[in-house]
């Protein structure tokens, strides 16, 4: 690998490459099941009480003209990393600190006022709502 001498180019990082902001959450297994190409949609998920599938909104909330869902092309202001560290240590922000997401994780960053140490896979992370929320993805999502 050829090296640049930049920390977005040279290392493997974490961004943000699409969005989706819910317009219903399917958690009924028979619903499910009619999703069949979904990977949350099999047998095996059906069975987990906590399985759920996602739908889009079919327009944005806050910008009408772009759909529910869609992918974003990479920008510095979509790098989750932060800069100098691995890529499972990322930037600070309160928007998806442990208290403002959905789900039960824990930052294991080595400097929690610095970064937030998130492993794993976490293309589904949940925000929770609120006008910052809003805000912060306006900043992520429009251009």
Partial sequence: MRHAGDFYKDKDIQ???GYLQIGKII????????????????T?????????IFQAAERLSFD???????LL???VKRVLTLK???KVTWKYHTIYDT??????R?????????????????????LKESEDCMLWAKSIVLE
């Fill in 15 to 17: 961004v943000i490459w």
């Fill in 27 to 42: 958690d009924d297994p028979e619903e499910q099941k009619r999703l069949w190409w979904h990977p949350h949609a099999s």
């Fill in 44 to 52: 095996e998920r059906r069975k987990n009480k906590t399985n759920v």
């Fill in 64 to 70: 009408d003209n772009k759909p529910g869902a869609g």
């Fill in 73 to 75: 092309p990479y920008a």
């Fill in 84 to 86: 100098d560290h691995n």
């Fill in 99 to 104: 208290n403002h997401i959905q789900s039960c």
């Fill in 106 to 126: 824990k930052n294991a960053a080595k400097e929690p006022e610095k970064g937030i140490y998130y492993a794993g896979i976490w293309q589904e992370l949940v």
